[in-house]
């Protein structure tokens, strides 16, 4: 059964930096890419990074490009999403996702499981 665990959300000012993390288990991590999605209050899920299954790709949505940065260790099975400079709009829950795809994909439904997600307040 696949398990994936996000930890790291929390209250940040704006401009301020967090650091999320996705533990995976019961999975082949390396054979799989990740990715983050998010949603905010009374929105619609959203796509915010991916990558594929050796770290070589990465994909960004564009109101995150140049702040955000995902990445992979395949030794510990662990997908990070660094969050700089962040914004007010950034608050969301944040949702890590699996997918047996190993090219890294932007569409939600070629992600077969999730997290139960961490949740991001960015506010003064």
């Known amino acids: 059964q696949v398990q994936l665990v996000e930890s790291g959300g929390g209250l940040v000012l704006p401009g301020g930096s967090l650091r999320l993390s996705c533990a995976a288990s019961g999975l082949t991590f390396r054979t799989h890419s990740m990715g983050w999605f998010r949603q905010a209050p009374e929105r619609e899920r959203e796509f915010v990074a991916t990558?594929?299954?050796?770290?070589?790709?990465?994909y960004y949505a564009e109101s995150v490009k140049g702040r955000f940065t995902i990445s992979r260790d395949n030794d510990k099975n662990t997908v990070d999403l660094q969050m700089n400079s962040l914004k007010p709009e950034d608050t969301a829950v944040y949702y890590c996702?699996?997918?047996?795809?190993?090219?890294?994909?932007?569409?939600?439904?070629?992600?077969?499981?999730w997290g139960q997600g961490t949740r991001v307040t960015v506010s003064s």
């Open positions: 996702a699996a997918s047996s795809l190993i090219e890294a994909s932007m569409w939600a439904g070629d992600f077969g499981s």
């Open positions: 990558i594929n299954w050796n770290g070589g790709r990465t």
